[in-house]
């Protein structure tokens, strides 16, 4: 049975099959008259987005789209994007998409209001009290992949493309007000995708439940969306019309990014700047160092996974934990090393640089040094 339900945790949801169609029902209710809808290149033709767009002009709320996003999207999609917002007399955004659209429809609403530059926004200690609250333009999410979760997230990433570093630029404002997710709008995801978002979501989950901090409501989110990875990830890439798998997915990625609260780790540290450097796509980077952490990790995380591989039906443990995990990336078609993502001559001391300077790092159940993170990236250079 395909669920169908509205939510208020963490922000309000409309969940379910059709829902699309409340688009301008819900930027009404966010206060927002005149949107623009921000999505990616590859989205901004295609059928889901055309229909969205005739939604809105029906409701008479315009018909406006940029579509200017990167995959990594940077600091020069952002300009681009507020630039459009401003000129278009738009007072909120329809963020849409995967989490390259989503994260930078998010910025735009946040940063069109905003006379500081973006970095003075990252996610370090109380630089988010720097933003003007009240200039934030209201926000309603729709996401296109079952993944980052970043339509029910107080964050985004944005690449600083002069030093190729990926920054998390926080304020609690950024948290859509409103968010439709419609597992229909995912049908059209291609096998990969649906495998990279996938892992992106389990990730989120199994660093967040791993992470040594105290936040029990997460850990219990991430377990539970650890099973619907389980049981419903391989469906929905076998079949990509599977309704229900689909759906269950969405809840999945809402779950792991509403868990990465406790904190993520070494597999999202190492996956920022490979994917800033080298432009791999994030879910599968983080599938690809999601065996070797986890490795790297055992000596903390042992009584945990134990415990989770039980709840998941998993026998063997934290070594038949382990052992899912490969199987799973096999039946996915994820790499086993860097070199299958085109990383073939890393920079091993920036990266290991970079993951060490990255928020994620502090998440981390084992202490990451320059010693042990260059270690454990010579394995997955492969």
Known sequence: ??????????TSVRFGAGRIGEIAEACTAAGITKPLLVTDRGLAG????????????????????????????????VEAGVRAYREGGHDGVVAFGGGSGLDLGKVVAFMAGQSRPIWDFEDIGDWWTRADAGAIAPIVAVPTTAGTGSEVGRASVITNSGTAEKKIIFHPKILPAIVICDPELTVGMPRTITAGTGLDAFAHCVEAYCSPH??????????????????????????????EARAHMM????????????????????SHPIGAIHHTHHGTTNAVCMPAVLRFNRSAIEGPLTRAAAYL???????????????????????????????TDPDIDRIVAGALADPSTGGNPVAMTAENTRALLLELVG
Do not use: C
């Open 1 to 10: 049975m395909i669920p169908t339900a509205n939510w208020s945790y963490p």
């Open 46 to 77: 295609m059928a889901i987005t055309t229909r969205t767009l005739d939604l809105l002009e029906a409701a008479g709320l315009g018909r406006a789209v940029f579509a200017e996003v990167d995959p990594n999207p940077h600091e020069g999609n």
């Open 214 to 243: 105290y936040h029990p409501m997460s850990q219990g989110i991430a377990l539970e969306g650890m099973r619907l990875v389980k049981e419903y990830l391989p469906r929905a890439h076998a079949n990509g019309t599977d309704l």
């Open 251 to 270: 809840s999945a990625a809402m779950m792991g990014a509403t868990a990465f609260q406790k904190g993520l780790g070494a597999i999202h540290a190492l």
């Open 313 to 343: 039906g998993i026998d063997g443990g934290f070594d038949g934990f382990r052992r899912y995990v490969d199987e799973l990336n096999a039946v996915l078609g994820i790499p086993t090393s860097l070199a299958g993502l085109g990383v």
